[in-house]
């Protein structure tokens, strides 16, 4: 796989990516907060910023993941987080479009997110998952999460799930 930050010619990319997930009807996409309701330079220069600066949220990195050309997922790393958001977010946010789950492309992506943890400081990740999304609890452990602890549901009624990463 391929792994690097958005560039100002991935506005289509990241259009089409976005209509698939809408069209297999999920609402909410992680990493790209913001995007559908800014222009996307000024999108593009928060990214920019949130790597270089920071933000509310500490330090992040978004990447783009690719696997042959095809850009199959998004994944945000933040670190440097302030202690209350880390329990709230955790370290890693990933999704993959929904025409290459199931091909192992979230484990490699992982994988890479806590190299790049580790590479940036961190003895241990952070991540959650929804209760129910069965196949990203069993991404985090065959990356070796531990169960840490487990949300009341939230106003949908569902529960969120935290693993530890040991780096």
């Known amino acids: 796989m391929i792994f690097r930050t958005p560039t100002a010619d991935d506005k289509p990319l990241l259009d089409a990516y976005l209509l698939e997930h809408t069209e ?3 609402r909410k996409v992680p990493g790209v907060s ?3 309701t800014m222009d996307f330079p000024e999108w593009l220069e928060m990214i920019k910023t949130a790597s270089a600066i ?3 949220f500490g330090r992040s990195e978004l990447f783009l993941c690719f696997e042959g050309g095809v850009l199959v997922g998004l994944m945000s790393v933040r ?3 302030p202690a209350p958001l880390l329990e709230m977010y955790g370290n890693i946010g990933y999704n993959v479009r929904p025409s290459e789950r199931r091909k192992g492309y979230a484990t490699e992506m992982l994988r890479f997110g806590l190299a790049f943890c580790r590479e940036k400081g961190l003895d241990n990740a952070v991540l959650g998952c929804y209760r129910d999304n069965i ?4 991404t985090i452990e065959k990356c070796g999460g531990i169960l840490s602890r487990e949300t009341a549901p939230d106003s949908e009624g569902r529960v969120c799930l935290y693993y530890d990463i040991p780096l």
């Open 24 to 26: 297999h009807g999920e």
């Open 34 to 36: 913001g995007y559908r």
């Open 54 to 56: 920071g933000n509310e």
């Open 79 to 81: 670190y440097d987080m």
């Open 135 to 138: 196949a990203s609890a069993k």
